[in-house]
């Protein structure tokens, strides 16, 4: 048998409990409103951009040098004079987006001290396209360290030297109408062999792209 007595006081704290219910119940359900709107928005920005970049495919760009000469080099108490000449590729695989070439920077180096530097001309390149960079870049009486003068010397004498070409470059991605951000390309294509003897066919190498 049920004890009234006992049972009344039990039945009063749930009642109260539901009337506390009620009470805090439009709130929280505003907040879950909200929440589920913001979860909602996140997961189709999400979704859109997802799609986007499946439907863009983006795809890295590709710099190879494909040729270099020297010209009038000297090398006379740890001085050097050299004209550099490099055929650049840089080829654009992607079939959706175009680049925007706004400021490109060009730099020599033997081993790690830069001996030339030039910019190239801004230019936009379309999609899937490869276009090649004539660049030019001139040493002037630049000091070398002993040690440098003397294996770039050694080098010489065995008719070929190598350098390291950099490539900075400031450029803009184009999908469709949109413009992206601003981003930067630093290239290394590391010891690029330069022959003295003209004629000698060239070996192609590679640049390393970070951006
Ligand atoms: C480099 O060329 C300049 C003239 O353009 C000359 O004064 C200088 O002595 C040359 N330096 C070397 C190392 O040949
Ligand atoms: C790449 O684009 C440049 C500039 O628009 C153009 O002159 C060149 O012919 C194109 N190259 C190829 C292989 O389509």
């Known amino acids: 048998m049920a004890n009234p007595f006992r049972s009344r006081p039990a039945n009063t704290t749930t009642q109260q409990q539901q009337q506390q219910h009620a009470a805090a119940r439009p709130k929280s359900s505003l907040l879950r409103i909200v929440i589920f709107a913001i979860l909602g928005l996140i997961v189709i920005v999400g979704l859109a951009v997802l ?77 899937r396209n490869v276009t090649v960079l004539e660049a030019q870049l001139e040493s002037r009486d630049v000091a070398l360290s002993k040690s440098l003068s003397k294996d770039v010397r050694a080098q010489r004498a065995q008719g070929q030297v190598k350098v390291n070409l950099r490539i900075r470059a400031r450029i803009r991605f184009k999908v469709g109408a949109i413009k992206l951000r601003h981003q930067t390309v630093k290239a290394l294509c590391p010891a690029v062999p330069i022959s003295f003897h003209s004629g000698k066919s060239f070996q192609i190498t590679e640049c390393d792209l970070d951006y």
């Not at 040729?67 to 740890?78: E, L, Q, V, W």
């Not at 175009?98 to 020599?108: F, G, K, N, Q, R």
């Open 51 to 127: 799609i986007a970049w499946l439907i863009v495919k983006p795809k890295r760009l590709i710099y190879t040098v494909e040729d270099a000469s020297i010209r009038n080099f000297n090398i006379n108490s740890d001085h050097v004079n050299s004209s550099f000449s490099f055929a650049i590729r840089a080829y654009n695989p992607n079939k959706r987006m175009s680049v925007y070439y706004d400021a490109v920077e060009v730099s020599t180096a033997f081993d790690g001290q830069t001996v030339a530097f030039n910019t190239l001309s801004p230019f936009h390149q379309p999609k």
